[in-house]
């Protein structure tokens, strides 16, 4: 069974570092991004709930014109019934029967009439709709153009720095197994609950990276030992002297420039 490798706090230190810098640079890259893998996503939902709006304008027209058809096939049957009863008339031999296909013609005037009212509301409603349909129509132009913009300007961005991100991810995930996973879990863990990503950071001028607050002197020199892990007391990231953050950085510069 193979021995298992010990590393010393400073072997430690030096690691962690070095997957901080590794995860910097993946922030860094991903910030450039911005919103705009965000806004890209709004910008589809809402191309694609005017498409849907568009749609049901559309099916509503349909349904309305199919409501016409109906008006003007009940229009020509009433003309046929019209036709009949004149028909009828002209051969009835008492004034009573007379009366009755009279009232039958009036009764399919009014339908008519009726009808005829009722089709050109419909074509009111269906050019209230087409309205609707050409301002649906040119928000959804403006929005789609303003998507395919920004969908440039991120596929741009992508092409730029996908591959480094993917190197970058890579040799993050490399680095983590060099860590021990509770130290591990600590540094996720601080990383997640600091706005900047930053877990351990040097003192610089007496003070954690990014603070004000100044370091006690035993504290420093504690940490310039590089026998045991200390943290800021103020913000909880893991601190190391500012000699090792410039020897890891240096190492990770052309860690980076190679890739």
């Known amino acids: 069974m193979a021995k298992k490798i010990e590393y010393s706090v400073e072997e430690k230190l030096r690691a962690m570092y070095d997957l901080q810098l590794i995860d910097s640079r993946i922030d860094k890259i991903r910030s450039v991004r911005g919103e705009l893998p965000l806004e890209v996503e709004d910008l589809e ?3 694609e709930g005017l498409d849907f709006r568009m749609n049901k304008i559309n099916e509503e027209i349909n349904e309305i014109e199919n409501a016409i058809k109906e008006k003007q096939n009940k229009i020509e049957e009433s003309k046929v019934m019209i036709n009949k009863y004149n028909d009828q008339q002209k051969n009835v031999r008492n004034n009573r029967a007379f009366e009755s296909l009279r009232k039958e013609i009036e009764f399919q005037e009014l339908e008519i009439e009726y009808s005829e009212k009722q089709i050109n509301e419909l074509k009111v409603q269906i050019e209230e709709k087409k309205g609707k349909l050409d301002e649906t129509a040119s928000e959804k132009e403006e929005r ?13 961005i992508m092409k730029e720095t996908e591959k480094e991100e993917t190197a970058l991810v890579k040799k993050s995930e490399e680095f983590e197994k060099k860590i021990d996973e509770s130290l591990l879990i600590s ?16 003192v610089e001028r007496g003070a954690s990276a990014g603070s004000f607050f100044i370091i006690p002197p035993q504290v420093q020199l504690d940490i310039a030992s590089r026998k045991k892990f200390i943290t800021d007391e103020y913000s909880g990231r893991i601190l190391v002297d500012k000699d090792l953050a410039e020897d890891e950085e240096k190492k990770m510069e052309k860690i980076f420039s190679s890739i």
């Open 45 to 47: 939902d809402e191309v």
């Open 144 to 156: 789609q153009t303003h998507l395919d913009h920004k969908k440039e300007e991120l596929n741009n």
């Open 187 to 202: 540094y996720k863990k601080i990383r997640s609950s600091v706005k900047n990503g930053l877990a351990i950071v040097p």
